[in-house]
């Protein structure tokens, strides 16, 4: 029927949540082709291509974002679009405080219910480390989608570098929900290998593994389990598959990075 755009996108959220990067970049390269004009569709096309190491198409992706930003800025009303045009907007480099009063604050009002929204207001704000506006905004939306397993993690990632009994609380809330929610789950991971508690950190990242095997955050943090074991040949293989699909993936060696040095630095308190 007339939403094509929408399955489209459920089914390519689905390949992307299984590892299947390439599958979910052709999908929705197909998608756009068949809708011209369609913010969600190249939004999401942008970050499977990236996932899938094409760069050169995530890069034509934003350019169209670009345009299409240009054209319907002044019209643009259905809620959906709305969330992805503030989200590419503030990747294109606009002010997030203009975003968040001119775009998705009308939208506040107008649909209040919308996971989305609640979901790009609060990462809108860690974007811009107001932790407690990022915590508000995930509150507001669990007053109106208590289920919903991707704003109890949003709420986690507010209170990453604050109240870590919150974080482990919204996690657990996330999990309960849905206990093979990946976010959630390699939130966990970061915690508990902050926590030193590495076994349950192994036992979390074969959960991630049998959902995404390919996940390349579970795989850096398997880089840096093998690092603190000492176990250089483990820590490069790993390494390896984190970056098998996107060589060039930023997120690899900054998270390795970041746990390996705040690890270190507490051995020797």
Not at 10 to 33: F, I, S
Not at 115 to 143: S, T, V
Not at 232 to 238: I, Q
């Amino acid at each position: 029927g007339g939403r094509t755009e929408d399955w489209s996108v459920l089914h390519a959220k689905a390949l992307l949540a299984t590892g299947q990067y390439l599958a979910a970049r052709d999908l929705l390269t197909n998608a756009a082709t068949l809708s011209r004009r369609s913010l969600p569709i190249r939004w999401l096309g942008h970050h499977a291509a990236l996932a899938a190491g094409d760069t050169n198409a995530a890069a034509s992706l934003l350019d169209d974002i670009r345009l299409l930003i240009n054209a319907q800025a002044a019209d643009l009303r259905d809620p959906r679009p709305r969330v992805a045009f503030a989200e590419a907007a503030i990747h294109l480099g606009a002010d997030p405080k203009v975003v968040l009063e001119k775009i998705l604050e009308p939208l506040r009002k107008s649909d209040p219910a919308l996971p989305e929204l609640h979901l790009a207001r609060g990462n809108i704000a860690l974007d811009k480390h107001d932790a407690a506006l990022a915590a508000k905004a995930f509150e507001e939306g669990l007053q109106k989608q208590p289920d919903d397993p991707d704003l109890h993690h949003g709420l986690a990632r507010a209170h990453l570098d604050g109240d870590r009994s919150a974080l482990v609380e919204a996690l657990e809330n996330a999990l309960r929900i849905n206990e093979r929610h990946v976010p959630s789950l390699l939130l966990l991971v970061d915690h508990q290998i902050d926590a030193e508690d590495h076994p349950e950190a192994e036992r979390n990242l074969d959960a991630v593994s049998k959902v995404n095997p390919a996940h390349p955050d579970a795989w850096a943090f398997r880089a840096v389990l093998a690092h603190l074991r000492n176990n250089p040949a483990a820590e490069a293989e790993a390494r390896s598959k984190a970056l098998q699909y996107w060589p060039s993936n930023p997120r690899v060696d900054r998270k390795s990075t970041r746990l390996n040095s705040s690890h270190e630095w507490i051995s020797r308190m």
